[in-house]
């Protein structure tokens, strides 16, 4: 159990098609609280979708991360991987172990050592996602889906708020491997938070396979697909706790948005 009147570091990332905007909420809650924050944006997407090539792989975005690690000189971290980002996360980690205090998959994908996104995908979705790419410029990024998708309810103003901040995915990305030289995680203490309501269909092999594992913490929340943006508050008392930082009435306000 770390000191609770230490400040702790945390480093969240995004998944695909969202950039670092997606974390001003929680990001302003912990750093209320007194903790170091960083939000990476991967290349390509978000305010670097300028970016956007047929280069890009994940060794790119693994690369985006441990770069921005080392150059602000962060250690002890929590390190937060919402969705796609859990692909990249997993990387760092493999890299970098010493300076992770805790992974945390947020709804995460985990890809395992070797495959691509694509050779997870039945071949008919393969050849449907390089379609939907044509409609980008180029064809180098996959189009996002709309915001409701992502758990956002239709007609609301956060519902407009994501809609306009999403960029193409680079499509290059999924058929890039992971590249790990390491077991999943490389031996750092690791939690999973199941966002259940809605669940995200297209999780759940990562999700069971998760279950399967005896070394990984798990954890649920109430909320949809984003819950930094629709239970900001709920997840981060969740964060807090999973770094040993909450207090017992905080957690009975787990589902307070």
Known sequence: MPDICKPLTFVLLHGSWHGAWCWQR????????????????????????????????????????????????????????????????TGVADRVPERF???????????????????????????????????????????????????????????????RRLTPQPLSLYSSPLNLHNPIGNGVPRTYVFCTSPAIDQIEPTRQWVRAQAD??????????????????ALTTMLLDIAGQSSPSDLQQLTAH
Do not use: C
């Open 26 to 89: 929680v990001a302003d809650r912990l750093r209320s609280q007194g903790h170091r924050v960083t939000t990476p944006n991967q290349t390509g997407v978000g305010e670097r979708s300028h970016l956007i090539s047929a280069s890009i792989t994940l060794d790119t975005f693994v690369e985006d991360v441990v770069n921005h690690i080392r150059h602000e000189e962060l250690d002890d971290i929590i390190f937060v991987g919402h969705s796609f980002g859990g692909i990249p996360m």
């Open 101 to 163: 205090r805790h992974l945390v998959y947020l709804d995460s994908l985990i890809l395992q050592p070797g495959k691509t996104l694509f050779s997870t995908y039945p071949p008919h979705v393969v050849e449907e996602r390089k379609i939907q790419a044509l409609a980008t410029p180029g064809g180098l990024g996959l189009p996002a889906p709309p915001a409701t998708f992502f758990g956002l309810q239709p007609g609301t103003a956060d519902e407009a708020w994501v809609q």
């Open 216 to 233: 990984w913490g798990w954890r649920e929340i109430a909320t949809g697909h984003n819950p930094m943006i629709t239970a900001p508050a």
